[in-house]
């Protein structure tokens, strides 16, 4: 059992950065795989990044391949999505989610936790 809370979210200008966090609890936490999601309104979940259980390997959709970075820090039960050149199109709710597998996966059916959501908007 995992529990997941997204925190960092805000309003960012176009061009800007921001770095959102997830905090895990749960024993079994530096087995699981993480990833980030994220849901604009009336529009579909669509993967954003996911990282590894150990950190060794990461995946990025194209669409933020380049600005985002993911990272995690297993002894602080916390998983890290770096975001720069931010875009208004990145405006969206982001989730983060854990997987009961170790690789690093990019469909929504793959995981198995997901946070509440932390909101992110890119306007000027």
């Known amino acids: 059992q995992v529990q997941l809370v997204e925190s960092g979210g805000g309003l960012v200008q176009p061009g800007g950065s921001l770095s959102v966090s997830c905090a895990a609890s749960g024993r079994t936490f530096s087995t699981y795989a993480m990833g980030w999601f994220r849901q604009a309104p009336g529009k579909e979940r669509e993967f954003v990044a996911a990282i590894s259980w150990t950190g060794g390997s990461t995946r990025y959709d194209d669409s933020v391949k380049g600005r985002f970075t993911n990272s995690r820090d297993n002894a602080k039960n916390t998983v890290y999505l770096q975001m720069n050149s931010l875009k208004p199109e990145d405006t969206a709710v982001y989730y983060c989610?854990?997987?009961?597998?170790?690789?690093?996966?990019?469909?929504?059916?793959?995981?198995?936790?997901w946070g509440q959501g932390t909101q992110v908007t890119v306007s000027s």
């Open positions: 989610a854990a997987a009961r597998f170790g690789a690093a996966m990019t469909q929504r059916a793959q995981y198995m936790y």
